[in-house]
Nanobody, 120 residues
Framework: QLPLVESGGGLVQPGESLKLSCRST????????IGWFRQVPGKEREGLAC????GFIDSVKGRFTISKDIDAETVDLQIRNLRVADTAVYYC?????????????????WGNGTLVTVSS
C-alpha cells in the first residue's frame, strides 16, 4: 500500500472553487502517476485528471486542473465553478506506469477519499 492521503473536502456553495490535495512522498510523486477520481453512490468511479512522475498530464476539459508540488509532496486538484452535481467522494490513486490513467481499473493504489458536498 502506498501512502495517499486526500484532504480539502467539505461543504461548499455552488459557484465556488475548491482545492483538493493528495499527500504522498516525494519519491512516489516522482516515480508514480497520480490520478484524481470521484464517485457517487451507484455510479462508476470517474477519472478527472492524472499527472505522471515526469509531469505529463491527462485531464478532462473544463473546470478541473491538476498540479504537483514536489516540495509540499502533494498532487492538487483545483475545481472551479462547483456545481451540485460535483457532490461526490474524491479519491487520489496511483499507478507505476503511464497507462490510460483516467481509467480507474488501471490504478493500483488508492487513498480513502474526501467528501465534497456542493449545496446552497
Amino acid at each position: 500500500q502506498l501512502p495517499l492521503v486526500e484532504s480539502g473536502g467539505g461543504l461548499v456553495q455552488p459557484g465556488e472553487s475548491l482545492k483538493l490535495s493528495c499527500r504522498s512522498t516525494r519519491w512516489i510523486l516522482e516515480h508514480f502517476t497520480i490520478g484524481w477520481f470521484r464517485q457517487v453512490p451507484g455510479k462508476e468511479r470517474e477519472g478527472l485528471a492524472c499527472i505522471s512522475g515526469g509531469g505529463f498530464i491527462d485531464s478532462v476539459k473544463g473546470r478541473f486542473t491538476i498540479s504537483k508540488d514536489i516540495d509540499a509532496e502533494t498532487v492538487d486538484l483545483q475545481i472551479r465553478n462547483l456545481r451540485v452535481a460535483d457532490t461526490a467522494v474524491y479519491y487520489c490513486a496511483a499507478q507505476s506506469t503511464w497507462n490510460n490513467c483516467r481509467r480507474h481499473t488501471n490504478m493500483n493504489y488508492w487513498g480513502n477519499g474526501t467528501l465534497v458536498t456542493v449545496s446552497s
